[in-house]
């Protein structure tokens, strides 16, 4: 069974940086070229795309609102995700998902029906 695990949220200040985790388990296939990538839905709000990235390389994709300030991590051999998220503000808040994509794609999606796993989410509160 695929399993995804978030850690790293929490509440700061505008202005503030959070590292966001991913363990990811029960993967049967090389990430190298698979797409990972964070997602994340406000209260009221329609989820969105945070960043994607092919699992082995560097090449990531950013949800405009984030460019500059957010940075995806490729999957690590201990097969964790990072985002590194700085400058937060107070419309970064929202329940955010780790994302696995089953399969092997030459550029990411930043859609949500393109990822078949899901975590269950960390929250991330700036205010």
């Known amino acids: 069974e695929v399993q995804l695990v978030e850690s790293g949220g929490g509440s700061v200040q505008p202005g503030g940086s959070l590292r966001l985790s991913c363990e990811i388990s029960g993967f049967s296939y090389s990430y190298m070229r698979r797409c990972v990538g964070w997602f994340r839905q406000a209260p009221g709000k329609d989820r969105e795309a945070v960043a994607a990235?092919?699992?082995?390389?560097?090449?990531?994709k950013y949800h405009d609102s984030v460019k500059g300030r957010f940075a995806i991590s490729p999957v690590s051999p201990e097969n964790t995700l990072y985002l590194q998220m700085d400058s937060l503000r107070p419309e970064d808040s929202g329940m955010y998902h780790c994302?696995?994509?089953?399969?092997?794609?030459?550029?990411?999606?930043?859609?949500?029906?393109?990822?078949?796993?899901w975590g269950q989410g960390t929250q991330v509160t700036v205010s």
């Open positions: 990235i092919i699992g082995g390389s560097g090449v990531a």
């Open positions: 994302v696995l994509d089953h399969d092997v794609r030459g550029d990411c999606l930043l859609a949500d029906y393109a990822y078949d796993y």
